[in-house]
């Protein structure tokens, strides 16, 4: 079954929520509630099992730390719900909303990640917790060790649930649920919701409801988006061309290998302070590093790839740049929620690169958005160079070798 959202008027008050819960959205200055959060918080407080899918960046992560912050009981110092997330930064800004969200000082809560020492996450587990937030490699070490006992668990949840359902996680996602008691609340939430996934997601959840907030297109409203043609060998020219031209506040670049985003990295790192990279196959200690110098503005310009810069909520950035058009359409969504965020009242652009033959791609990405993107050029510069004649004067067989 399908919810659809309430009108806009609705508070945080009509959500019924504790007043203890109402004094620390004032705090944190959320003023009301999101559509998702509108939608969702209700049906989740009531402990069936909800779906919640909504555009990046509208607060998907409260919407599901509130019910929770309101269900949990905090006279009982064992893990009562256990929080599932793709990356070891998301994790993290989990907790941290969770921490501030929070109104009960009674409330503890560990982010269990890998990269960072197991012996500090046992420690706190061992003390007692409440919710425990993390990676699920880290999650089935600590399950498999004795440490993480989840036969307390009330509610389980799975933050970007399309990612953590795709092929890479499935099986260590599998395995943690069923480890869980069967009676259970279970809560998804997502920005995408392909079918299989879907269908794969009611194998694990009792009869769902579903809160779908993200019908009306599907990248958020405040991002003008934009595609650039260009050759593929010039694209390390067309960004710094773009890059004066669009003088962003802060920029977030994505490719699609670890190794261009290496090569990017070492021909920009050279020429301008404060640029940075960001890939999985980077320690921690770098990640943490370059996390927290974004977050301050030091680093300006950030070079990732698409599991890194999946949710990542940074309100300073102004621009993302494809470098790369993402390989899945979701992705395109997932990357373009970086900016534009709930929590900045600034407008975002997001600019793709699409080389000749990626049109299809382009097509696929703009089905998927609902949205065509017009394309940009940059004054005074050519990113591709001009059709072959040939191709032109023949009408239509572009698709004829360039001799
Ligand atoms: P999502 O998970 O949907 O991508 P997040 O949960 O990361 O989005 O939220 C994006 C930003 O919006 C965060 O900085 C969060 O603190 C902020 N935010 C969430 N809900 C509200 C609200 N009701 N009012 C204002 N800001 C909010
Ligand atoms: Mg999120």
């Given at each position: 079954?399908?919810?659809?959202a309430?009108?806009?008027?609705?508070t945080?008050?009509?959500?019924?929520?504790?007043?203890?819960?109402?004094?620390?959205?004032?705090?944190?200055?959320?003023?009301?509630?999101?559509p998702i959060?509108?939608?969702f918080?209700?049906?989740?407080?009531?402990?069936?099992?909800c779906?919640g899918?909504?555009?990046?960046?509208?607060?998907?992560?409260a919407?599901?730390?509130?019910?929770?912050?309101?269900?949990?009981?905090?006279?009982?110092r064992?893990?009562?719900?256990?929080?599932?997330?793709?990356?070891?930064?998301?994790?993290?800004?989990?907790?941290n909303?969770?921490?501030r969200?929070?109104y009960?000082?009674?409330?503890?809560?560990?982010?269990?990640?890998?990269?960072?020492?197991?012996?500090s996450?046992?420690?706190?587990?061992?003390k007692?917790?409440?919710?425990?937030?993390?990676?699920?490699?880290?999650?089935?070490?600590?399950i498999?060790?004795?440490?993480?006992n989840?036969?307390h668990l009330t509610?389980?949840?799975?933050?970007?649930?399309?990612?953590?359902?795709?092929?890479?996680?499935?099986?260590?996602?599998?395995?943690?649920?069923?480890?869980?008691?069967?009676?259970?609340?279970?809560?998804?939430l997502?920005?995408?919701?392909?079918?299989?996934?879907?269908?794969l997601?009611?194998?694990?959840m009792?009869?769902?409801e579903?809160?779908?907030?993200?019908?009306?297109?599907?990248?958020?409203?405040?991002?003008?988006?934009?595609?650039?043609?260009?050759?593929?060998?010039?694209?390390?020219?067309?960004?710094?061309?773009?890059?004066?031209?669009?003088?962003?506040?802060?920029?977030?670049?994505?490719l699609?290998?670890?190794r261009?985003?290496?090569?990017?990295?070492?021909?920009?790192?050279?020429k301008?302070?404060d640029?940075?990279i960001?890939?999985?196959?980077?320690?921690?200690t770098?990640?943490?590093?370059?996390?927290k110098?974004?977050?301050?503005?030091?680093v300006r310009?950030?070079?990732?790839?698409?599991?890194?810069?999946?949710?990542?909520?940074i309100?300073?950035i102004s621009?993302?740049?494809?470098?790369?058009?993402?390989?899945?359409?979701?992705?395109?969504?997932?990357?373009?929620g970086r900016?534009?965020?709930l929590?900045?009242?600034?407008?975002?652009?997001?600019?793709?690169?699409v080389?000749?033959?990626q049109?299809?791609q382009?097509t696929n990405?703009?089905?998927?958005?609902n949205?065509?993107?017009?394309?940009?050029?940059?004054?005074?510069?050519?990113?591709?160079?001009p059709?072959e004649?040939?191709?032109?004067w023949?009408?239509?067989?572009s698709n004829?070798p360039?001799?």
């Open positions: 079954m399908t919810t659809s309430p009108g806009a008027s609705v945080f008050a009509d959500l019924g929520l504790s007043q203890p819960t109402l004094n620390a959205l004032q705090n944190v200055q959320f003023e009301k509630p999101s959060q509108a939608a918080i209700p049906l989740a407080m009531t402990g069936i099992d779906i899918q909504a555009h990046t960046g509208t607060g998907k992560t919407a599901f730390v509130l019910p929770l912050l309101e269900r949990l009981n905090f006279d009982n064992v893990v009562q719900a256990l929080v599932l997330a793709p990356t070891r930064e998301l994790s993290e800004q989990i907790a909303e969770c921490k969200l929070s009960s000082s009674m409330c503890r809560s560990v982010c269990i990640v890998g990269g960072r020492p197991i012996r996450q046992i420690n706190e587990l061992e007692g917790v409440h919710i425990a937030i993390g990676t699920p490699g880290r999650v089935i070490d600590l498999e060790r004795g440490i993480l989840l036969q509610v389980a949840i799975l933050d970007e649930a399309d990612r953590m359902l795709d092929i890479g996680f499935r099986p260590d996602i599998e395995k943690i649920l069923r480890r869980c008691p069967a009676e259970r609340q279970t809560l998804m997502t920005a995408t919701m392909p079918p299989l996934v879907e269908r997601a009611n194998r694990y009792k009869s769902p579903k809160v779908d907030c993200s019908t009306n297109g599907i990248a958020v409203k405040t991002v003008d988006q934009f595609y650039l043609t260009v050759d593929e060998d010039r694209k390390m020219e067309t960004l710094r061309r773009l890059l004066l031209d669009q003088r962003p506040q802060q920029v977030l670049v994505f699609r290998t670890k261009g985003a290496d090569r990017l990295h070492a021909k920009f790192s050279r301008l302070p640029v940075a960001l890939h999985g196959d980077l320690p921690q770098h990640r943490d590093r370059v996390m110098a974004f977050r301050a503005g030091e310009m950030l070079i990732a790839t698409d599991v890194v810069g999946r949710g990542i909520d309100s300073g621009h993302i740049i494809n470098f790369d058009i993402p390989e899945y359409c979701d992705d395109y969504v997932h990357r373009v900016t534009g965020r929590s900045s009242d600034e407008k975002g652009y997001a600019f793709t690169f080389t000749r033959d049109g299809e382009l990405i703009e089905l998927r958005i949205t065509m993107l017009p394309e940009y050029k940059i004054p005074g510069f050519e990113a591709a160079r059709k004649r040939r191709a032109e023949t009408g239509g067989f004829s360039v001799s």
